[in-house]
């Protein structure tokens, strides 16, 4: 199972870009990078998967090297409202056996 | 649309009593997981079932703890015996066939155990 390493903690101010970047060495060939989102008292929530290169919706994007040892989440022009833990996972989508791994995560704080 | 929904969202039970917790995925989503999260954890596998059957349980502590989805749709986590250290939220996630790890998760269930 692909392991991840994330920050444990981020701070940043409200209208600020932010990066959370995220190792994950042992990355298999058919492994996609996934990140939730998890506020308070709330399940986590699905942002953003990619497998190389770039990805972009309406909430971040997800930059991946071309060795996809590493990822990193970019939230634009951040707001209060971001604050959140936002996790990192790594794991094939189209197989049912691929466990999802939680890790700790990192807290983002965005003051004002 | 529904999403996942669980039933109940706290629940406080006293040491060695039974318990059963609800998990009502998103309509035709045949893989449903359970979690389980300590305050300032992430959610910590514990079983995934897709369709009916648990295809991997490797994540249940003991075997105070058992989950069913017999018509492949709700399921239920049961706990038996309960001890404080189970006191945690209990989160339900299901995603489709196609993209498992997209996973929509319900709000938990906060189990207190005295």
């Known amino acids: 199972l692909a392991k991840t390493t994330q920050p444990i903690s981020m701070d940043s101010y409200e209208g600020q870009e932010v990066n959370i970047t995220c190792s994950h060495n042992?990355?298999?060939?058919?492994?996609?990078i996934t990140w939730y989102q998890q506020f308070p008292s709330q399940g986590p929530r699905f942002i953003i998967q990619?497998?190389?290169t770039k990805v972009t919706n309406e909430v971040a994007s997800l930059f991946i090297p071309a060795d996809r040892k590493s990822s990193t989440l970019s939230l634009p022009r951040v707001s209060l409202s971001d604050t959140a833990v936002y996790y990192c996972?790594?794991?094939?989508?189209?197989?049912?056996?691929?466990?999802?791994?939680f890790g700790s995560g990192t807290r983002l704080s965005i003051r004002p | 649309g529904a999403g996942v929904s669980q039933t109940p969202s706290n629940k406080v039970t006293e040491k060695g009593k039974y318990v059963e917790l609800r998990c009502d995925p998103i309509?035709?989503?045949?893989?449903l997981y359970w979690y389980r999260q300590s305050l300032g954890q992430g959610p910590e596998f514990l079983i995934y079932?897709?369709?009916?059957?648990?295809?991997?349980d490797s994540g249940l502590p003991n075997d105070r703890f058992f989950a069913v989805r017999p018509e492949g749709s709700v399921s239920t986590l049961k706990i038996q015996r309960t001890e404080r250290g189970d006191s945690a939220v209990y989160l339900c996630?299901?995603?489709?066939?196609?993209?498992?790890?997209?996973?929509?998760f319900g709000p938990g269930t906060r189990l207190t155990v005295l």
């Open positions: 990619g497998y190389k």
């Open positions: 309509s035709g989503h045949t893989a």
């Open positions: 996630a299901s995603s489709s066939s196609t993209v498992y790890n997209e996973q929509f």
């Open positions: 042992n990355i298999a060939t058919n492994d996609y």
């Open positions: 079932f897709q369709g009916t059957g648990a295809a991997d």
């Open positions: 996972l790594v794991g094939d989508p189209l197989n049912s056996a691929s466990k999802i791994i």
